[in-house]
């Protein structure tokens, strides 16, 4: 008997854990691992000093190569035609061997373990393996989004957060195992992503999709352990620059650091146990498919798959039925709907609004991306120590992740009890930008990290805020066409204000040093600006450019106001209470069945 009942725990125990790692909520902690190792693109401060001294680059070549990373980063046609066909298995697997190649061959040719390999060559593979971060959204953030359908936007939140969040983790992480070895971060960059996904990429397929009675509450657990991870990074990155971490203490750090990764798989099992308590012993009200707090008759399990079955049914003929009028993806381009209603692609690309939203992005993302990828050669400009531009980064980092959260949930309830435009957020964080350039142009004490904070929030709130946006104005049919095409601004932006103005101006300056000591750039391998003025030019223009962004995006507020002033949901709100017309009636038949 003792035997029989041991047998019999054991097989129930691993049901349980076969129905974990089988749940959507384990999937979930899977795809917050692959998100937390997807924003490898905003570390390239911390090791771009070392590619420009180890195969001897000047800025505008360093620069060239960051705005490589960011055409990578931000063209995902690729992996979304790929998930069209294959399944999300596939596309993590392809991912991740894109991330270890790209990023593997460039820690290669720093170390001098290959020839030293061109420059076109370095381009490609830093743009390889940030293309992959777009195989990771699209693999998993995208399987997510559709496995919770009534919670996308926190979804979207969350997810897009552990990325903001990722370069401060990567940072504790880097230092715990290597040290302060700016060599080796690439080395971890280009490894641990590869196996996380490598560890989950089963995990992470689509599952039948089903309500749950706590979601609300477990998204909002899941944002406050957010909120406590940013916040715990942000003190140890204070701590450490105010104090000597001794190698033992950014273990320490490392380990606190990833308790708090891994806090959502406690509520995985907490969840999954729930539900496997309640399969085990149903009450007559969840017997009767949760569709009643009130005492009902309790049906038959045939009664409640049929009826299951025709309820779905009901919903996606209502679904077909509400769907809008055949949108042409090319046609009457120049007869756009409302705003709010599904435009074609070409109508879209070609209306005023996205004109508008394309120069916003190009001034804002673009200055935002050109400040991040050079934090590095700032920090060093100004004397910084290297361990303070890891500093720089990990703000950068954490305040990318509150911008984004801000955009997702804070702008949703300004919007909602104030009606502002979101277009005027957008407008308040290029000026946000533009205050952090000034603070780069004329440095004080302390100013570049104040600067770092106004450059990361506003760059993570802007990003989110143009997602939300397009989706606002144009629609949802064509959406992941569309998003992708506002994005691609942004390596545009970077390219134009990275390389050739930045860049150049900066060579400018170290070129003027190198005369003054009576020296010729043929005499020294790595060509360096020391001092104040190296970047004042420069980000003066920078902030020029974010206030025409503003001004521009202000246009839009004027254009968008009195869409925004009203209920931009009141079409989902009647295709919601249809919906919800047709389950009462299934209930109704349920309860007169029984």
Request: proline content about 4%; aromatic content about 12%; some cysteine.
């Amino acid at each position: 008997m003792a035997t029989d009942h041991q047998s019999n725990g054991h097989c129930q125990c691993c049901s349980f854990l076969l129905q974990v790692l089988r749940g959507r909520w384990f999937m979930m902690f899977a795809s917050f691992l692959i998100m937390a190792g997807a924003g490898a693109t905003y570390l390239f401060g911390t090791y771009s000093k070392e590619i420009k001294s180890t195969l001897g680059y000047d800025q505008t070549t360093l620069n060239l190569l960051s705005t490589c990373k960011d055409l990578g980063a931000n063209v995902g046609v690729l992996s979304g035609l790929l998930a069209e066909v294959t399944p999300p298995w596939l596309v993590l697997l392809v991912g991740s061997a894109m991330n270890f190649g790209g990023y593997f061959m460039i820690w290669l040719a720093v170390m001098k373990k290959i020839a030293k390999p061109k420059v076109w060559q370095m381009c490609l593979y830093i743009c390889i393996g940030a293309n992959s971060q777009n195989f990771a959204n699209t693999g998993s953030l995208v399987t997510c989004v559709k496995n919770f359908p009534e919670s996308r936007g926190m979804m979207l939140g969350l997810m897009k957060g552990f990325v903001g969040l990722s370069g401060a983790v990567f940072t504790q992480i880097y230092l715990a195992i290597y040290g302060n070895d700016a060599k080796s971060m690439i080395l971890l960059i280009a490894w641990l992503p590869a196996l996380v996904s490598l560890v989950f990429v089963y995990t992470i397929r689509p599952l039948k999709v089903s309500s749950h009675p706590n979601e609300l509450k477990v998204f909002y657990e899941y944002l406050y352990i957010t909120i406590a991870l940013a916040l715990c990074l942000m003190g140890l990155t204070i701590a450490q620059k105010q104090a000597h971490f001794p190698h033992v203490g950014y273990i320490g750090s490392a380990i606190a650091v990833c308790i708090f990764v891994f806090l959502p798989l406690f509520i995985a099992f907490r969840e999954e146990f729930a539900a496997w308590q309640q399969r085990k012993h149903p009450t007559p009200a969840y017997a009767v498919v949760i569709v009643s707090e009130q005492t009902t008759p309790v049906a038959t399990k045939s009664e409640i798959v049929e009826i299951e079955s025709d309820h779905s049914q009901t919903l996606q003929t209502e679904n077909k039925k509400q769907e809008p009028d055949q949108t042409p993806c090319c046609g009457n381009i120049f007869k756009p709907p409302k705003r709010g209603e599904d435009y074609g692609i070409l109508q879209a690309l070609l209306s005023i609004d996205m004109l508008i939203l394309f120069l916003a992005t190009f001034c804002g993302l673009g200055c935002s991306l050109t400040a991040i990828d050079n934090l590095g050669q700032i920090g060093e400009s100004l004397g910084y120590p290297q361990h303070t531009n890891n500093t720089f980064v990990s703000l950068v980092s954490i305040w990318n992740y509150f911008g984004r959260v801000f955009a997702g949930f804070v702008s949703e309830i300004i919007l909602l009890k104030y009606k502002v435009p979101r277009p005027l957020i957008m407008a308040i964080s290029l000026i946000l930008s533009a205050v952090g350039d000034v603070l780069i142009a004329f440095p004080k004490p302390g100013s570049v990290y104040v600067a770092s904070l106004l450059v990361g929030f506003s760059y993570g709130a802007q990003l989110t805020l143009l997602f939300i946006i397009i989706s606002e104005l144009f629609g949802l049919k064509y959406y992941s066409t569309l998003f992708n095409c506002g994005q691609l601004a942004s390596p545009l932006g970077s390219y134009v204000l990275n390389v050739i103005v930045v860049g150049r101006l900066y060579d400018r300056e170290a070129m003027k040093q190198l005369a003054e000591k009576g020296m010729t750039r043929a005499m020294v391998k790595d060509l360096t600006c020391i001092g104040r003025q190296c970047y004042r030019l420069s980000f003066t223009i920078l902030a020029g450019v974010n206030i025409f962004g503003a001004l521009i995006t202000f246009i839009l507020v004027m254009r968008t106001r009195r869409y925004y002033s009203g209920d931009i949901y009141k079409k989902f709100k009647e295709q919601i209470a249809a919906a919800n017309e047709k389950k009462m009636a299934a209930k109704q038949n349920v309860s007169g069945n029984t």
